[in-house]
């Protein structure tokens, strides 16, 4: 059956042939000449010094056909062929990588990126999953406004990942639109039981209404004291939110989300400020896919502030921290709210190149582990850890919080964050000198990864 998916969606896989050959060319040369895929367009021309990476498997080996039919999910037929020759390409040595650096793309200018937010909406809506949640002759009128300018950058976001992860995957998003009575609406991107991902979610949302008093608790809660006018605070919230679930035990789970709010007080002023991040999950620890991806998120912080990685990387440490379990949910990576400073269009550039990283910050290390043997050991381990990661997400969780507590917020939306499976043991623990016990370690006592 899984065969028959990809033998139809011959342009996905052609779509992986062209990647693959980019990534040779890129092993040759160096730098990027052409991008033969769409996708990979995208990637490159936003990105400096990524790093692709390649690791032969260490050896790992399945217990009986059920594990060795778990490791073959990842690809099968035509595709696997096209993923093998995409690993050999880059195969060194056992465990060790062999980095090849992208060409050097110069960041878009300021004044060239600032042309093209004010070029023509409709135009740049061509890419997108779906047309915005706000009507484009709207946006059209309003183009320099943060609210417009924000809106577009989450729906090119969700519109590059998502399209970088039917690349891998050879599946299709099923796109969800959908409306708030209140004000708003949003558009849910889901891809279920694909070849490599077991649930991937891309959303975005972009609500306005008023705050109920609940909402504005959380608010609060966060450092913010709002005063609205008889009992009402006018608000407009829109961001984009990711999490993605894969099969293979090998490859982690990535959670990123940025967003923006804008409230207006009992005397018509406006508070308005950025929050997010991208965080990392794996089951297992491996250092050069750690490295490799706090080391790009620490590179589009330095563009910004020298000191806004390690400070927003604490930040992630302490936030995606489960209690009642005393270990947080993964390896972290930057998070922060309430950023309203230094000037609004600081922080949007800060929040933009944070969101551009999405892609080349998590991709190399899916295609590196896409045949990663497992076995059914390392598979109930990765659904323990997820049991993990869905307590954080209902109880801690602010932004699930604020959504349950927000009115004519769409549930479906909101726990898409959530694993198809997961699994809880009674009093479970590894074994010492495991590595699911060096793991445990990990979480238990976060470790800098640079």
């Known amino acids: 059956m899984a065969t028959l998916v990809f033998l139809k969606n011959t342009t996905k896989v052609t779509s992986r042939r062209c990647f693959v050959s980019n990534l040779k060319g890129l092993l040759r040369a160096g730098e990027c000449h052409s991008s033969p895929s769409p996708h990979m367009s995208s990637w490159s021309s936003r990105t400096t010094g990524v790093r692709f990476m390649s690791q032969g498997t260490a050896g790992r080996t399945s217990a009986g056909g059920r594990s060795s039919r778990r490791g073959a999910l990842a690809l099968s037929g035509a595709a696997a062929v096209t993923a093998t020759a995409a690993v050999a390409g880059l195969l060194a040595n056992v465990n060790h990588f062999q980095r090849a650096e992208m060409a050097t793309v110069v960041p878009r200018a300021a004044e060239e990126d600032k042309n093209q937010e004010q070029g023509d909406i409709l135009e740049r809506c061509q890419g997108f999953m779906s047309p915005p949640v706000t009507d484009v002759a709207v ?37 969800d639109r959908w409306e708030r009575k209140e004000g708003g609406g949003g558009i849910s991107c889901v891809m279920q039981d694909g070849e490599v991902f077991e649930k991937a979610g ?64 009992e005397d018509g002023s406006k508070q308005w400020w950025f929050g997010g991040g991208t965080d990392l999950t794996p089951i297992y620890v491996n250092q050069e896919d750690a490295f490799h991806f706090h080391n790009t998120l620490k590179e589009a912080c330095d563009k910004h502030h020298s000191q806004y ?43 933009k190149s944070c969101a551009r990283t999405v892609v080349p910050c998590y991709l190399p290390i899916v295609y590196k582990h896409l045949q990663d043997p497992f076995t059914d050991e390392e598979k109930d381990w990765q659904q323990v850890r997820r049991g993990r990661y869905v307590e954080f997400n209902l109880v801690y969780d602010r932004g699930v919080k604020f959504g349950l507590a927000t009115p004519g917020s769409r549930i479906e939306s909101i726990l898409m964050s959530l694993p198809l499976t997961a699994r809880w043991e009674y009093m479970h623990e590894p074994a010492t000198g495991t590595r699911e016990a060096e793991m445990l370690e990990v979480l238990r006592n976060p470790k800098e990864w640079l």
């Open 309 to 351: 990685y390690p400070d927003f990387k604490k930040w992630c440490d302490r936030y995606f921290y489960v209690r009642h379990r005393g270990e947080t949910r993964g390896i972290g990576g930057i998070f922060f709210d309430d950023l309203d400073g230094p000037s609004q269009e600081e922080a949007f550039g800060f929040v």
């Open 139 to 175: 946006l059209q009128a309003r183009k320099g406004e943060m609210c417009t300018r924000m809106e577009m950058l989450i729906m090119e976001t969700q519109a590059e990942f998502c399209k970088a992860l039917e690349a891998v995957d050879g599946g299709t998003f099923t796109v």
């Open 202 to 265: 891309v959303n975005v949302s972009v609500v306005f209404g008023n705050l109920t008093e609940e909402a504005a608790k959380q608010m609060r809660s966060r450092g913010k004291v709002l005063k609205g006018k008889d009992g009402k605070l006018p608000f407009c919230a829109m961001g984009v939110s990711s999490v993605i679930h894969p099969k293979n035990p090998h490859i982690p789970t990535v959670h990123f989300n940025y967003r923006y709010f804008e409230i207006e007080e």
